[in-house]
């Protein structure tokens, strides 16, 4: 979160005109057809090109290799490289820009009766000890699109080491079986926290790894040191920042999604962190609006892969700047396309200048900014082209604590107590509920219960749902959400405007 104007992004101010109103939340492509040629099988041994476009729910996604075109063959990205006939490339799908959509979910179910490897005891069913033949089993994946992500207690730090927990947590709904399962739960033989989660995009990393700061703006203190590479974390990865670098996170993936049994060797560690720097994913074109780079806009994965991340420079938030051109008229557009333009380039100037009041969310109002504090959407997605926080990014939107999260009977929900001996959750007290307490689970912290960290929002719509927890399945959603959440008052064409920037993206 930036704080002072002195550490916001240049931003470049958009004139807007006209009224345009449609959606862009258009109907699911969800064709069977569609999504079998697009799946990518791990070891299937294809080239991936060097720039891919697919179909998605608003238009087109574009997933670029700023290296030149991927010899699969052998690549630990790409092949079964663990024990279940996985492979990262299994959830991370390029048609899907590189995470996985709940479409290509459930028409994988129906393609391979649930016998893709996608659909694996260990996270991509709702318990291991569930008879897995039945789609029962699977709901929270094939509902949702959220995988098991089973945390040890007591919270471990990402060093390994454990954390004494300043709370303690009781199971008060358990529908996925998980919590309570005498292995698997959390009075299991190795006791964890079974939470369910979206795969975030394998791309564009470059923004995700970058910091603004070489200290943390909330709390003032430097960003730590990757001994390894002399850079400092971003404390921008994972939900809830388990892993502090990408190493550290594909050593978690390796065990966990793919339960490789053993470390892998550094050949395969450089080919997959390669991969992961090089690939870029952004919309390149809409149905309505055309090619997103018409006109002088600088949509499409191009842009990312070339742009410096996080710019910190003069006074103004950022801005989408990819859309500069369409606050001027192309003679040659269509009228369709013309609106289009218009609605997008309104959105870029909401998402920096509509102000609300943001309260109650711990992470920015506990911290320097004052609690109600006015701002905007790009006070906490602040990172040009990617919207990141140039910050540590982990704040209690409310998406996964009660009382502001969307009542989700098929999720878990715990109850956390706070030791009275540490200071509580800033807004919610000493007892939480919640169905992901996050960065909690890797801090133990209270004060840190249901903090979320930002993710990437390029090629949104090539992956509904929205939100770790799947709890938006359309971008228009995620707009009503904030709409609920802080009471703005947008009007329907603000809501449209924004909706149709998200999509864009
Ligand atoms: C079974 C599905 C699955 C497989 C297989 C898988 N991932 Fe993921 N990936 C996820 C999920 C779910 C998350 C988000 C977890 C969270 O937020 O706690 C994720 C997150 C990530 C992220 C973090 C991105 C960010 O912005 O924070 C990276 C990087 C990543 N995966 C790389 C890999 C690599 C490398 C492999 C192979 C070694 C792999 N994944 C295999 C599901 C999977
Ligand atoms: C108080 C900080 C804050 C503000 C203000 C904010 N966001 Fe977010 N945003 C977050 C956090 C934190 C997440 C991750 C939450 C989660 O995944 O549960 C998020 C997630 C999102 C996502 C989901 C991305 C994905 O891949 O699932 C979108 C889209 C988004 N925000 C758009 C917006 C828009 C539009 C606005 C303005 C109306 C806005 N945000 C205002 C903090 C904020």
Redesign the pocket.
């Given at each position: 979160m930036l704080g002072s104007s002195a550490l916001r992004i240049v931003a470049s101010s958009l004139a807007v005109s006209s009224l345009a109103l449609f959606c862009t939340d258009r109907t699911i492509a969800d064709t069977a057809a569609r999504e079998a040629a697009a799946w990518w099988s791990p070891g299937s041994n294809r080239v991936f090109a060097a720039r891919a476009d697919y179909a998605d729910t608003t238009g087109t996604v574009s997933v670029l290799n700023a290296r030149g075109q991927v010899e699969t063959r052998d690549h630990p990205?790409f092949s079964p490289i663990g024990s279940n006939g996985?492979a990262?490339v299994?959830?991370?799908q390029p048609a899907d820009g590189m995470s996985l959509s709940v479409a290509t979910i459930r028409a994988r179910w129906r393609e391979t009766e649930g016998k893709d490897p996608l659909f694996a005891s260990i996270?991509?069913s709702n318990c291991p000890s569930l008879p897995q033949e039945s789609a029962s089993s699977h709901s929270l994946l094939l509902d949702r699109g959220l995988?098991r992500?089973a945390r040890p207690w007591p919270p471990r730090a990402p060093t390994g080491v454990p954390v004494t927990p300043q709370f303690s947590i009781e199971v008060v709904r358990d529908p996925s079986g998980c919590n309570l399962d005498p292995r698997f739960g959390l009075h299991g033989l190795h006791p964890a926290v079974s939470v369910f989660?979206?795969?975030?995009?394998?791309a564009n990393?470059k923004y995700?790894t970058s910091y603004g700061f070489i200290f943390e703006p909330k709390n003032g203190l430097p960003l730590p040191i990757d001994i390894q590479t002399g850079l400092r974390y971003s404390g921008n990865?994972?939900?809830?920042q388990r892993a502090r670098t990408?190493t550290e996170?594909?050593l978690d993936?390796?065990s966990s999604?793919?339960e490789r049994r053993g470390a892998p060797g550094s050949e395969e560690m450089r080919a997959?962190l390669e991969f992961?720097l090089q690939v870029y994913v952004a919309q390149s074109a809409d149905a309505i609006g055309g090619q997103l780079g018409a006109a002088g806009a600088e949509g499409g994965p191009e842009a990312l892969a070339s742009a410096k991340p996080a710019v910190l420079k003069g006074s103004d938030h950022p801005s989408w700047s990819e859309f500069d051109g369409w606050t001027h008229e192309d003679a040659t557009a269509t009228p369709a396309q013309r609106a289009y333009r218009a609605s997008v380039a309104r959105g870029v100037t909401l998402f920096r200048d509509r102000t609300f009041l943001i309260t109650d969310s711990a992470g920015l109002n506990s911290m320097n900014f004052g609690n109600p504090t006015r701002d905007s959407c790009a006070f906490c997605h602040n990172m040009t082209r990617t919207g990141m926080d140039v910050a540590p990014g982990q704040v209690d939107l409310g998406t996964t604590n009660e009382p502001f999260a969307d009542p989700a009977p098929d999720l878990p929900l715990f109850k956390l107590t706070c030791d009275p001996r540490y200071p509580a959750h800033p807004f919610l007290g000493r007892v939480v509920y919640t169905h992901d307490p996050g960065f909690a689970l890797t801090t133990g912290k209270c004060a840190d219960i249901g903090k979320i960290t930002i993710?990437?929002m390029r090629g949104l719509a090539a992956r509904p749902p929205y939100f770790?927890n799947g709890s938006a399945a359309t971008l228009r959603d995620v707009i009503e959400y904030y709409e609920r959440r802080y009471s703005i008052g947008l009007t329907e064409q603000e809501k449209q405007d924004l909706t149709n920037l998200l999509s864009a993206l």
């Amino acid at each position: 979160m930036l704080g002072s104007s002195a550490l916001r992004i240049v931003a470049s101010s958009l004139a807007v005109s006209s009224l345009a109103l449609f959606c862009t939340d258009r109907t699911i492509a969800d064709t069977a057809a569609r999504e079998a040629a697009a799946w990518w099988s791990p070891g299937s041994n294809r080239v991936f090109a060097a720039r891919a476009d697919y179909a998605d729910t608003t238009g087109t996604v574009s997933v670029l290799n700023a290296r030149g075109q991927v010899e699969t063959r052998d690549h630990p990205f790409f092949s079964p490289i663990g024990s279940n006939g996985r492979a990262c490339v299994t959830c991370h799908q390029p048609a899907d820009g590189m995470s996985l959509s709940v479409a290509t979910i459930r028409a994988r179910w129906r393609e391979t009766e649930g016998k893709d490897p996608l659909f694996a005891s260990i996270d991509g069913s709702n318990c291991p000890s569930l008879p897995q033949e039945s789609a029962s089993s699977h709901s929270l994946l094939l509902d949702r699109g959220l995988f098991r992500i089973a945390r040890p207690w007591p919270p471990r730090a990402p060093t390994g080491v454990p954390v004494t927990p300043q709370f303690s947590i009781e199971v008060v709904r358990d529908p996925s079986g998980c919590n309570l399962d005498p292995r698997f739960g959390l009075h299991g033989l190795h006791p964890a926290v079974s939470v369910f989660r979206r795969p975030r995009p394998v791309a564009n990393l470059k923004y995700v790894t970058s910091y603004g700061f070489i200290f943390e703006p909330k709390n003032g203190l430097p960003l730590p040191i990757d001994i390894q590479t002399g850079l400092r974390y971003s404390g921008n990865l994972l939900a809830d920042q388990r892993a502090r670098t990408l190493t550290e996170q594909a050593l978690d993936a390796f065990s966990s999604h793919l339960e490789r049994r053993g470390a892998p060797g550094s050949e395969e560690m450089r080919a997959i962190l390669e991969f992961e720097l090089q690939v870029y994913v952004a919309q390149s074109a809409d149905a309505i609006g055309g090619q997103l780079g018409a006109a002088g806009a600088e949509g499409g994965p191009e842009a990312l892969a070339s742009a410096k991340p996080a710019v910190l420079k003069g006074s103004d938030h950022p801005s989408w700047s990819e859309f500069d051109g369409w606050t001027h008229e192309d003679a040659t557009a269509t009228p369709a396309q013309r609106a289009y333009r218009a609605s997008v380039a309104r959105g870029v100037t909401l998402f920096r200048d509509r102000t609300f009041l943001i309260t109650d969310s711990a992470g920015l109002n506990s911290m320097n900014f004052g609690n109600p504090t006015r701002d905007s959407c790009a006070f906490c997605h602040n990172m040009t082209r990617t919207g990141m926080d140039v910050a540590p990014g982990q704040v209690d939107l409310g998406t996964t604590n009660e009382p502001f999260a969307d009542p989700a009977p098929d999720l878990p929900l715990f109850k956390l107590t706070c030791d009275p001996r540490y200071p509580a959750h800033p807004f919610l007290g000493r007892v939480v509920y919640t169905h992901d307490p996050g960065f909690a689970l890797t801090t133990g912290k209270c004060a840190d219960i249901g903090k979320i960290t930002i993710q990437d929002m390029r090629g949104l719509a090539a992956r509904p749902p929205y939100f770790s927890n799947g709890s938006a399945a359309t971008l228009r959603d995620v707009i009503e959400y904030y709409e609920r959440r802080y009471s703005i008052g947008l009007t329907e064409q603000e809501k449209q405007d924004l909706t149709n920037l998200l999509s864009a993206l």
